[in-house]
């Protein structure tokens, strides 16, 4: 193959050989992708139709819930369908859509996360100017940022990589088109320049991550400086759930990319890929719905 334009379609690494395997990792992800829709849209639904919960905390959740949604719809159908027809192929222009909308979901997701921690300070640390500072067309200006930023860093990325020439075949050692296991597709040196890319994009990222942790050093000084317990607790009740959702979404990204070659290995790598696309989209309506009354109260409803 002497360029990309000569893949007519990629082949995606199998769960497994055998036909009774496949059939169960079909019924497995069936259950995992059902609890993420019916988590993620009873959220969207509560929040969409009780007022009480049009805040702009809220507001961000129910962005979150859209954008876990998207990350898990864009892996999980494919992946069931080729265990169920027996099957491991995706065509050429369904990869490069699968990396697309894999980045674009991911990437506005962490921006969401960042501006959710901003949203959590103003509200502890400015509690008098949270009204002003995150008023409705504000929360709007930022939600369109977290999403306009996904997709141009998915725009980049995808053009990026699928002008990149291929001559080693097209097998893709992983269970859905991911970015790295395409550059190792790729000739000589022609994919530095993705690399580069994805080097910008890391920076970016661990911007994000900075504001994060600082955002939370100063939320958890503000708490503690609370005289009353049950100030204090309610602080924590509304900081938790987020903090929790950013630990298990970085946590997992910075596994599946930052673990040494020694300990990499196919069956490592597709399971902590499951990890970072499949788990957190699931998860994420327990965490947030576990120990918040208004919401569960609103889902009773």
């Given at each position: 193959m002497s360029n990309s334009s000569s893949v007519n379609e990629f082949l995606l690494l199998a769960f497994a050989d055998t036909r009774e395997l496949q059939l169960l990792h079909f019924v497995l992800f069936l259950g995992i992708y059902l609890a993420a829709l019916l988590g993620n849209g009873l959220i969207i639904t509560a929040i969409a139709c009780d007022h009480r919960l049009h805040t702009p905390m809220y507001f961000f959740l129910f962005n979150l819930s859209f954008l876990d949604l998207g990350s898990i719809s864009s892996t999980v159908p494919k992946s069931m369908a080729n265990s169920l027809w027996d099957t491991r192929a995706i065509?050429?222009?369904?990869c490069a859509a699968?990396?697309?909308l894999v980045v674009f979901f991911l990437g506005g997701e962490y921006s969401v996360l960042t501006v959710m921690a901003y949203d959590r300070y103003v509200a502890i640390c400015k509690p008098l100017h949270y009204g002003t500072i995150m008023g409705s067309r504000a929360c709007a200006k930022m939600a369109a940022a977290a999403w306009a930023s996904g997709f141009l860093n998915a725009l980049l990325h995808t053009a990026n990589t699928f002008s990149?020439?291929?001559?080693?075949g097209n097998t893709v050692d992983q269970f859905f088109c991911e970015i790295p296991q395409i550059l190792k597709l790729s000739c000589s040196n022609s994919y530095l320049r993705e690399v580069g890319l994805?080097?910008?994009?890391?920076?970016l990222m661990f911007g994000c991550f900075?504001?994060?942790v600082l955002s939370y050093v100063q939320i958890f000084s503000a708490v503690l400086r609370?005289?009353?317990e049950q100030g204090r607790h309610k602080a924590f009740s509304m900081c938790l759930p987020h903090l929790a959702v950013v630990s298990l979404f970085l946590?997992?990204?910075?596994f599946a990319y930052l673990k040494p070659p020694s300990i990499s290995s196919p069956a490592l790598d597709l399971v902590v890929t499951v990890l970072y696309s499949v788990v957190p989209p699931t998860v994420n309506p327990l965490i947030y719905s576990m120990r918040n009354k208004e919401l569960k109260d609103?889902?009773?409803k």
């Open positions: 065509s050429y222009l369904g699968q990396v697309f990149i020439p291929l001559c080693q994805l080097v910008v994009s890391a920076s900075v504001f994060i609370i005289p009353s946590s997992t990204v910075m609103a889902l009773r």
